[in-house]
């Protein structure tokens, strides 16, 4: 399978931002959908969108095709560091009003990027990345809720990634992602644990993904970035 320069078609697709070329007070998201999309403190440059790791963020406004209830999903990042050894939130979706509901991106304190999908503080998975990631430097990552396998994946540059993984009550039939709150990147829970990154590109697939199409995934990504 070659890669396609039409993969924003995939049906699979629902959310895909190039924030590279995404600029203004608002804008829609470059999918099948075109979710509105506001950024809130962050800048735009012509790498992505800058945000400061104090109050920046940007909201993506909630959307049923975002609602992936108990089947599986996966997120690919492509970001880079400018402050590493604190725990930083990339992105989230979560319901505010609940601990029910609630997905996240993470570079814990100790430079490793984790996921976490929770229904409550007894009803978790967390997977954490074996690569330690540094300042200045792209990365592209992709993260796997493999609901049906009660598990998740992190692919580092295209290879699998997994390291710890901790699972609490299990998450492929109790956590449910169907709620009315937005996708956000730049923030955690509440607006907290504000991330200092640069945000190139961001897409949220629906369903599975095999270790070659990850693979796939990040060649396309490596020649239509320059990575």
């Not at 930083?88 to 430079?111: D, F, P, Y």
């Not at 697939?205 to 270790?211: C, K, L, M």
Request: aromatic share 12%; proline share 4%.
């Amino acid at each position: 399978m070659k890669p396609s320069r039409s993969f924003i078609l995939d049906p699979t697709l629902r959310l895909y931002l190039p924030l590279w070329k995404l600029d203004g007070a608002s804008f829609a998201s470059r999918d099948a959908y075109g979710h509105l999309c506001t950024p809130v403190g962050a800048f735009w440059t012509p790498q992505g969108y800058d945000f400061d790791g104090v109050d920046d963020k940007i909201t993506v406004t909630h959307h049923a095709s975002l609602d992936f209830g108990l089947a599986s999903f996966y997120e690919v990042i492509v970001f880079k560091l400018t402050k590493k050894d604190v725990q930083q939130a990339l992105g989230n979706k979560i319901q505010l009003s609940t601990t029910a509901g609630r997905m996240g991106l993470w570079v814990g304190s100790g430079n490793a990027f984790s996921f976490y999908i929770q229904s409550s503080s007894t009803i978790y998975t967390t997977r954490a990345g074996l690569t330690l990631l540094d300042t200045g430097v792209w990365y592209h990552i992709i993260q796997h809720a493999d609901r049906p396998n009660n598990t998740a994946h992190i692919y580092h540059n295209g290879r699998l990634d997994d390291g710890a993984l901790a699972v609490e009550g299990g998450f492929s039939t109790t956590t449910n992602i169907a709620n009315t709150e937005p996708v956000e990147l730049g923030c955690g829970y509440n607006d907290t644990n504000d991330a200092t990154f640069v945000c190139r590109e961001y897409c949220l697939y629906a369903g599975d993904i095999t270790p070659g199409r990850a693979a796939l995934l990040y060649h396309d990504a490596k020649r239509r970035l320059k990575l």
